[in-house]
C-alpha cells in the first residue's frame, strides 16, 4: 500500500507541476519560491490527500473499531478468568459428583474417516482438502471437511427432498449414517422391548399382536407362548435425541420427528408408544448445560434405553456465503458422533456393554481420582500414548497455559493430549459435544479422557469394563 500511496504523488507530482509549468510559460509568470512550494509540493501533497481521505477514514474507522474490539475481548476473557477462578473457589470443598452410564455402542464420522480413523488422522495432523464444489466470493475453490460418501447418495435425496436446503440433507443423511451404525445394537434393544412388554405391560404387548404389518409374523401362537413365559428386565422405551446445530431451530422440518418414528417401527418392528424422539439445539453457549442434563436424565430413567447423535454440517453454498461475508478464511466442516446409553442398573439381553462412561464435576486432582478408579493408571501415565481429547481453541495463547495449569498438577503431560478443535470447520457450537463423543473412539484399552479449561473441575472419562471389573475383584 505505502508503493501505490507513493507512486500516486509521484503521478501527481509530475501532472499538476507540467501543468503549473505550461500555464506560468503561457502567462509569462514570474514564480517565487513560495509558489514553487505551494504547487510542486504542497498541492501534490493536498490533492493526494484528498483521493485518498475517504480510504484513510475507512482505516482509521477499521483500527478504531478493532481497538475497541480487542479491548472489549480482553475484559470478557479477563472476566471469564475471574468467573472461573470465583467458581473454583467456591466449588473448592465440593466433593465429587460423580455420574456413571453404560456405553453399548458408538460411532464417528468425519472427512477423515470413521472412528478410530479419524483419530489417527488428526495424530498424523491431515489437512482439509479442496472443495470443487464451494467457492469463495471470487469464485475460487476452497478448503472444507466434506465427507465424500455422502455426495454418492444425494442424488436420489435431492430428487425427493427439493424443499429443504442441501445443509438440511446432509445432516439427514449423517442422522440415517449414524442410526446403521447401532443396528446391532437397536436389534437387540427392540427384541428385548416386545419381550418386556409381553411379560410387563399388557397394552403395549396387545399393541404387537395387533400391529397390521406383524400380525401372523413375528406373534404367531407357538412363538408368542415361548416369548410370554420369558422373564426379563422391563425395558419400557426407547429415546432417540438428535442434537442439531441453533442454526437450524427454524430450518429443521417439523416432518422429521414422525419420519424416524415410522422408520424405526418399520425396520425394528417397535410399536411407536415405546419410541421416544427428542431435538435438542444447541450451540457453544449452552452444550454443556444441555448434554449434562440430557446425561442426569439417561441416569435416571432405568427402564429406558437412549440413544444420542450429534451431528453438524455446513457443506453448503448458500450458507458459506453467509460466513464468508464475516471471515474470508471460514473454513466449512461436517461431522456426526452417536452413543448408546442406559442406566447401570438396566440390563438388556444379549448386548453386552463395552465401557463405563462418568462425568464429574468438581474434581480437584483427576489424576488422583483416576488412581482409585484403576491401579493401571499409573502405568498409562508413564507410557507416551494419547489418552485426553482436549476441546479448546489450541491457537489461544492462554489455552496452552491453562491446559498445563489444570492438567500439569496431576501429572498428565502435554505429549497425553490430543487437540481436536482446528480439525472441525468454522462453527464453534458444536465442536465440544464431537470432542466428548469422539473420545470414546480413542485407545480402548485405558481410561480416556475429554476435558475442556472452560470448565476446568469437569472431566468426561471412559474406562473400559475389564478395568471396572477388575477393580470389583479387587474390592471383594
Not at 399388557?202 to 404367531?220: I, V
Amino acid at each position: 500500500m505505502i508503493k501505490v500511496l507513493i507512486s500516486t504523488i509521484l503521478a501527481l507530482f509530475l501532472i499538476i507541476s507540467g501543468l503549473v509549468v505550461y500555464y506560468w510559460r503561457d502567462v509569462q509568470y514570474d514564480p517565487t519560491g513560495m509558489d514553487m512550494l505551494q504547487f510542486f509540493i504542497l498541492l501534490p501533497l493536498c490533492v493526494a490527500l484528498l483521493l485518498y481521505s475517504p480510504w484513510l477514514i475507512y482505516k482509521s474507522i477499521k483500527a478504531y473499531q478493532a481497538r475497541k474490539a480487542q479491548k472489549l475481548e480482553a475484559a470478557e476473557s479477563e472476566e471469564k478468568r475471574q468467573q472461573q477462578q470465583r467458581e473454583l473457589e467456591k466449588n473448592k470443598d465440593k466433593p465429587i459428583e460423580e455420574l456413571t452410564l453404560k456405553v453399548y455402542s458408538s460411532a464417528a464420522i468425519h472427512s477423515f474417516g470413521e472412528n478410530q480413523h479419524i483419530i489417527e488422522a488428526m495424530q498424523a495432523f491431515k489437512s482439509p482438502e479442496l472443495d470443487e464444489s464451494l467457492v469463495n466470493h471470487y469464485g475460487l475453490p476452497i478448503l472444507s471437511y466434506r465427507i465424500r460418501s455422502l455426495d454418492e447418495l444425494l442424488p436420489d435425496t435431492e430428487e425427493n427432498d427439493t424443499l429443504h436446503s442441501m445443509r438440511v440433507q446432509r445432516i439427514n443423511l449423517l442422522i440415517q449414517q449414524q442410526m446403521e451404525q447401532h443396528s446391532e445394537s437397536l436389534y437387540h434393544i427392540a427384541t428385548h422391548l416386545r419381550k418386556s412388554a409381553l411379560f410387563y405391560d399388557a397394552e403395549t404387548a396387545y399393541e404387537y399382536r395387533m400391529h397390521p404389518d406383524w400380525n401372523n409374523e413375528q406373534f404367531d401362537k407357538e412363538s408368542e407362548e415361548e416369548t410370554a413365559v420369558e422373564q426379563v428386565s422391563r425395558l419400557n422405551k426407547l429415546n432417540l435425541h438428535i442434537l442439531l446445530p441453533a442454526t437450524l431451530i427454524h430450518l429443521w422440518p417439523d416432518a422429521a420427528q414422525q419420519q424416524l418414528i415410522e422408520q424405526l417401527e418399520q425396520q425394528y418392528e417397535i410399536v411407536q408408544s415405546q419410541i421416544h424422539i427428542e431435538f435438542h439445539y444447541v450451540d457453544h453457549s449452552n452444550i454443556y448445560s444441555v448434554w449434562l442434563n440430557l446425561l442426569n436424565d439417561i441416569e435416571q430413567q432405568g427402564e429406558q434405553v437412549s440413544l444420542i447423535i450429534a451431528v453438524q454440517s455446513e457443506i453448503d453454498q448458500e450458507w458459506l456465503d453467509e460466513q464468508l461475508w464475516q471471515s474470508e478464511q471460514y473454513l466449512p466442516g461436517e461431522y456426526a458422533a452417536s452413543v448408546c446409553l442406559a442406566s447401570p442398573e438396566l440390563i438388556i439381553k444379549d448386548l453386552i456393554e463395552n465401557r463405563k462412561f462418568k462425568a464429574l464435576k468438581y474434581v480437584k486432582n483427576i489424576s488422583e481420582y483416576l488412581h482409585k478408579q484403576s491401579p493401571n493408571f499409573a502405568d498409562q501415565l508413564q507410557q507416551e500414548a494419547t489418552f485426553i481429547l482436549l476441546l479448546d481453541d489450541p491457537l489461544q495463547i492462554s489455552t496452552a497455559k491453562k491446559v498445563q495449569q489444570y492438567l500439569g498438577m496431576s501429572g498428565i503431560d502435554l505429549h497425553h493430549g490430543l487437540y481436536c478443535y482446528s480439525y472441525l470447520g468454522g462453527a464453534a457450537g458444536m465442536k465440544a459435544l464431537f470432542g466428548i463423543l469422539l473420545c470414546m473412539q480413542m485407545n480402548e484399552d485405558v481410561i480416556t479422557l475429554a476435558y475442556s479449561v472452560q470448565h476446568p473441575q469437569t472431566f468426561f472419562a471412559y474406562e473400559p469394563v475389564i478395568m471396572t471389573e477388575q477393580l470389583e475383584q479387587n474390592a471383594a
